[in-house]
């Protein structure tokens, strides 16, 4: 890795600290700078102000939720099982520590600012959950009833994100009774069973 990209990664580090402990608002570049052990100079020779470093990490956190492979539909497998397998490894990636913390310095400022939501939210939805292939592909193969496969991930991943994120990102654990990840696939199922 060149010095560059070190010193890069040293001031987004720092910035994600920054923004967390003092909201965008109460966060300044001179401390992120201090933060990242380099000068301002040099923190603004990546980054021309506080909202474009904002606005990186903001990327960064699209990505890491994006950041899992595209599932496909195995018909030799069961369905029910395929989306469990995909669910937990999904679960895992927005419940990493590092994408909690991510999760929890954007968020944050995404409710205080209705543009800077908007806009990200825009830049959200331009992306495919990687396990709207599976089911889209399941609908293909009349496993599950055909619909609108991006609004079945949404709802599917709703009830998973309500039992599995929310409690990490806001309690910092996850008191969820086994088993409920089960429930959330039985009752998507009963839903999207297919029309006979």
């Given at each position: 890795?060149?010095?560059?990209?070190?010193?890069?990664?040293?001031?987004?580090?720092?910035?994600?600290?920054?923004?967390?402990?003092?909201?965008?608002?109460?966060?300044k570049?001179?401390?992120?700078?201090?933060?990242?052990?380099?000068?301002?100079?040099?923190?603004?020779?990546?980054?021309?102000?506080?909202?474009?470093?904002?606005?990186?990490?903001?990327?960064?956190?699209?990505?890491?939720?994006?950041?899992?492979?595209?599932?496909?539909?195995?018909?030799?497998?069961?369905?029910?099982?395929?989306?469990?397998?995909?669910?937990?490894?999904?679960?895992?990636?927005?419940?990493?520590?590092?994408?909690?913390?991510l999760?929890?310095?954007?968020?944050?400022?995404?409710?205080?600012?209705?543009?800077?939501?908007?806009?990200?939210?825009?830049?959200s939805?331009?992306?495919?959950?990687?396990?709207?292939?599976?089911?889209?592909?399941?609908?293909?193969?009349?496993?599950?009833?055909?619909?609108?496969?991006?609004?079945?991930?949404?709802?599917?991943?709703?009830?998973?994100?309500?039992?599995?994120?929310?409690?990490?990102?806001?309690?910092?654990?996850?008191?969820?009774p086994?088993?409920?990840?089960?429930?959330?696939?039985?009752?998507?199922?009963?839903?999207?069973?297919?029309?006979?």
């Amino acid at each position: 890795m060149k010095i560059t990209d070190i010193k890069r990664q040293n001031i987004i580090d720092a910035a994600i600290i920054e923004f967390r402990e003092q909201g965008f608002l109460g966060a300044k570049t001179t401390a992120i700078a201090k933060r990242a052990n380099v000068s301002s100079r040099t923190l603004y020779k990546h980054f021309e102000s506080k909202e474009t470093l904002f606005e990186a990490i903001s990327d960064i956190m699209v990505e890491r939720n994006w950041s899992m492979e595209p599932v496909s539909y195995d018909p030799t497998r069961d369905f029910a099982e395929q989306l469990k397998d995909a669910l937990w490894r999904y679960v895992g990636v927005i419940t990493e520590e590092t994408a909690i913390g991510l999760n929890r310095m954007v968020l944050s400022e995404l409710i205080r600012d209705l543009d800077r939501s908007q806009k990200f939210f825009a830049e959200s939805a331009t992306h495919d959950y990687p396990i709207t292939l599976l089911i889209s592909e399941a609908m293909e193969a009349n496993v599950l009833r055909k619909a609108d496969a991006g609004l079945a991930t949404n709802q599917l991943l709703g009830l998973a994100k309500n039992f599995f994120f929310w409690p990490e990102f806001f309690l910092g654990e996850n008191p969820t009774p086994e088993g409920v990840m089960d429930d959330c696939i039985a009752m998507f199922m009963a839903h999207y069973a297919p029309i006979l």
